[in-house]
């Protein structure tokens, strides 16, 4: 599709407001969750402990005091993966659900969807991911603080090579999953791939939080940084999250088109 | 469908009967494994020793000591969230599977049921909620005093205008998914729609359990909220857990049917 | 079906052959899955530490020292209700996969099985459970005997009337999704419930584990209680293990059979 | 399938090499998120203080001490099961989606696969399996030293019998799962068989790991050991984790031709 088809095409317009109204909103329903569900677990009995604080209310912890233990984690990347589940189960027919300015790009680059519709895409994720932000720091500055708004940030282990090549590696694996899922000749053949086109996808971003959350708090999707960082105030290493995502996510996107979208059909599942 | 339709169908009053009973049982069976679990979980060892028992029986604890870690709650927001999974799978042919008047009135509001209909649901749904934690209390009354019967409240640290907004914006996001996925217009597109419906509707209901438990429980839902407020006698901010999912409801339903219903398809999942 | 059908019916005696056979086989896998998810995850560092062991070999600990902590208990939770999942998924096409008394006599009392099925099937079952429990001794003696062989017992707390209670409830709720995933008038009507059928199975299995662990270990199967009791030489209370279950799953499948058989399609999910 | 059939096929070569690049791609991306998930884990505050690190930077740990617990048994066994669903997902139309030399040794011997191909895909899926894993350790350096690497060690408690017999028993399940989710003729008359078949793959995949993890630490895929192996060069008992799962695979896989391929069919699940 070029650039002038979505302008041009019966309806387009309000094909694309509609599309941009579905990004903005259920960006910022995925932050409010999961976000939320990292500051709000700031309060649980034993993460409050933990962080030094005498109570469950947290204010007296240091910002970013917040513990990240191997519960709270499974708790943190169920809330990303499942999320993603369904707000791509509820917006696919508005607008494909990208929600993910990697996830755009990609599409752009294969042709999948305009420059005008990726750009206006673009600007409804990162207004969502601002909104969706701020709403999880307005209902619980002291869990936002103490959890540093989850945005993302580097832990002291890992240097920028290492959240560089993570991001970078996920997100590729998370387009690559995307791909094959929207891919309607191997759909057309194949009654899995379009029935659990959503549950594959969220699936996928929960495992990438389950390897990255130790490292970098997982990024994959330069919006999701960007709301937090805007509204925590934070931006050490703040490119990163750009960065690795968009060259992962565009690598994989043009791999599948070039190589994978031509290749035959092998049959079902593991036949 | 107006007032008179229900009553004039033919088989109106069978169905009507039949819908208010699955509501009925559906409800009382989701307050009994959803709340069940939340009182059973306070005798697990880890549980019952932050509580301060000497043993696992709870018998000198206080009421409402019952520890909320990171691993309970991840345990509780399960039990809410897949009861209603497997609760909705099977009642949606009885009676659409509300189990939940913030459904129901949203539902009423956009014509999809009657008013008549609206009035059994309701009063079934509050109905077998006042079972279902009365069977609770019945079968584990020390967990049932150490976790205040898991009837909602607002924790310390939380005030509110927390607990109202974070309940209208949980159930918006709630009720958005629930009136994509009877989309008829767009299900007939999309083939993960039908299918995945009650999986999606169930993982949302976790997610909001893992937002908000911490912060007051987690209602999105009036019934479970007067359910077990009957039978534990806590009446502490009731009136949140009622205007909170009721207007949040309310305004995703209305929205969705000016705005969303009559939007464009797009295509398939992330097309 | 009568009871001469099965034997009459061409190929009868083949099919049940191969029915019994995929009901044996699938009743040891369950087993030795799901106890020895509880044997084994007695050895966890953490786990074995609450144990009072000063290594992770457990020869030291008293019989039934596992600890039951919040985190183990979702882990065992998953592993009865997810490989009930599985298992029924792959065992449908050969036996129906009941894998289950309680489910047997439900789908027997309402002419679902002829008796002499059931009974074969029941048989397969019991021999089934006590394979699959012996194997997981072999393998692991000492955390067998640190847990008990995962054979179902009362916990302190917990009294008979309790026991019994929440068996027969959680086991009527069991059967009435079973009753619902298998009944063809409302699946030809509703695209998610022959697709999803084994996932709600699984996940209602799920549920119930949730609830009652930390009771009596969960039962709601009297194959898997006699597998381990026969294993584990465990016999307290065992007659709770038979009697709830059978009593609450033939309840309700009657009561399905009653009234909700006839019931009514009321459309879509959630519509 | 005869071995001549893959090169003499129209197209063959061409379907042969997009095969095996997904089969070497797959298997990178299974090792890269799941035994990630081990290393990176073990920079969890909880983990890293049961370690005796003094921080979560691990670099004064001893090779091997990151601590087993019952939290993160189960976020590795999600890591394992959940990214062999989402890559049997997107890898089923390119290659069938093995990732694992047990079941294309299953399928080979039961004529599913060529002599030709089968080698093709063991020979990738080793490589994949170590760059997956050389990605893991040059990524985390220290996680890999703590966690050696994620490679399958006898547990001290456990024998070569234990492993030995565990390794044989969980893959037999699974590769009847896998056979099961694979066969046409049970497929055709059962809505669920093809729609959850990666769904079911993963979930049993994950089942294994949440028993085996604690014994040592959990195989049925010689190529996921291999990889471990070689970039972590932990040898010991590493033949368990080649003759264990095909061993098993090859005798549930034989097995299910002779008899349960044949057998006739029963209906719908639990009919």
């Known amino acids: 599709m070029g650039l002038l088809h979505e302008t041009k095409a019966p309806g387009g317009a309000w094909s694309l407001l509609a599309a941009g109204l579905a990004e903005f909103f259920c960006t910022a329903a995925f932050l409010f969750i999961a976000t939320g569900t990292v500051t709000s677990g700031c309060h649980t009995a034993d993460t409050a402990r933990q962080s ?3 109570d469950q209310e947290l204010e007296t912890v240091e910002p970013g005091a917040c513990f990240l233990g191997s519960t709270n984690l499974l708790n943190i990347a169920m809330a990303f993966g499942l999320s993603i589940f369904v ?15 990697a996830i755009t790009i990609a599409m752009f680059l294969t042709s999948r969807v305009s420059l005008v519709r990726a750009a206006v895409y673009i600007i409804c994720q990162l207004a969502g991911a601002i909104v969706g932000s701020a709403l999880v720091r307005a209902a619980d500055p002291n869990g936002f603080k103490a959890a540093l708004g989850a945005a993302n940030r580097l832990n002291t282990w890992a240097n920028v090579g290492t959240g560089l090549g993570v991001e970078l590696i996920l997100t590729a694996i998370f ?9 309607k000749k191997r759909g057309a053949h194949s009654a899995h791939m379009p029935v659990l086109a959503p549950l594959a996808i969220g699936i996928v971003v ?47 996107g043009l791999l599948y088109e070039a190589l994978a979208y031509r290749a035959p059909l092998f049959g079902g599942p593991v036949e």
């Open 52 to 54: 030094g604080a005498t």
């Open 87 to 101: 707000l791509v189960y509820a917006a696919a027919s508005f607008s494909g659900g990208h929600l993910n300015p």
């Open 175 to 183: 387009v690559f999953i995307v791909f094959a899922a929207v891919d």
């Open 206 to 252: 929960f495992l990438c939080h389950l390897v990255a959350v130790p490292i970098d708090g997982c990024s994959v999707n330069p919006a999701r940084s960007f709301g937090t960082a805007v509204v925590a105030r934070t931006w050490a290493h703040h490119w990163i999250f750009w960065v690795g995502p968009i060259v992962g996510g565009a690598a994989a």
